[in-house]
């Protein structure tokens, strides 16, 4: 899992309280190299009592038909964490432990609900973990490899109403389309990845309420062995009363010529926001005409129109993906009349 990704699951995971240093079963019935491993590690056993309250407090917030799901995603990763996560005689004791570490503590920040919608449903989050096998024969070092890795996250509506069972299952397939290439188009997670590549989708709640639902997505994707590291953003936004996905001509008139008189404006801020410009002239414009244009680089709220330019887009990779802003004020000779901004749910983060 990436680096920036991890960190924030680490910083997020010291903020939980510590536990009784004991495991979350009887270790005289151990006998799996991680249930070993947590009966032989006090650190270790902390880290599982703590992710056994979070799942257990997580089943007590959903409705039965939610902790069916969430039950189903949990024996998934269990499942997934003990093909990825090697036993003791294939790899070191050291390099076992210390994955099934960082794995517990990554997993802690999806066992908790998410936000709560005005007719009182909550979001809570789905995961799907990929192992793809293609070289089994260990390396000097003792590492496997030649295997692929693939984590999706992607929000869900407990309790969903008829809309919010449409936007379900929209959310689902978009994840997934988002592994799509020009050569390959998966319809599962499981077909997404392919061996000697990492790929993880991991997202936030940009906005929501009974109108409007915005999620941006970050797909990241490299070679496990190093290189081509890849972090796209992109954005799903969703009218829930309308149960589609939002359109351009939804927010602005295309008789105002939006697409093109925002092209100078949103250069005016990127050379405000940016720290490396890396493009000019008729490649930057035509950049910045791409992602006005596109409502995946959108995220829409009260406060305006949020725009993200993944990275290498428009500056280098040290700069990550770039956020912009317009207000609706701003945005206001080019609006649809029968657009209302107001109607909009605030910025959750």
Partial sequence: MPFSLRLLL?????????????????????????EHAICDDPKFAELDSRLTLAYKTMLS?????????????????????DSACLPPERT????????????????????????????????FSRSHYVFVPANNAPTGSGVVTGFGEGFFFWPQIDRPTPHEAAWNRAIYAYVVSLTSDTSHHPTSFDDAVDPATE?????????????LISVRHRNYSSLLEGGNVSNVARTFNWWLDRDRPVQASDIFLDSTHWQTLLIDPAIAKLNVTLKHAVLDGDELRERVAEGIANPNQWTLSSSGLELVFSEYTVTPFVDGNVLIDFSWPELKPYLNPAFDPTLLPPLLR
């Fill in 199 to 211: 790929t993880s989708l991991p997202y936030l709640i940009r906005s929501a309420n009974s109108k």
């Fill in 61 to 81: 917030h959903v409705s039965p038909a939610g902790a069916a799901i969430v039950q189903s995603d949990q024996h998934n990763w269990l499942s997934w964490l």
């Fill in 92 to 123: 070191s004791p050291a390099i076992n432990r210390q994955c099934l570490t960082d794995e517990y503590t990554n997993r802690l920040i999806h066992l908790v609900a998410g936000p709560t919608l005005p007719d009182g449903h909550t979001f």
């Fill in 10 to 34: 680490l910083s997020t995971c010291a903020l939980i309280a510590p536990l009784a240093h004991a495991a979350s079963f009887d270790c005289k019935l151990a006998h799996t190299p991680r």
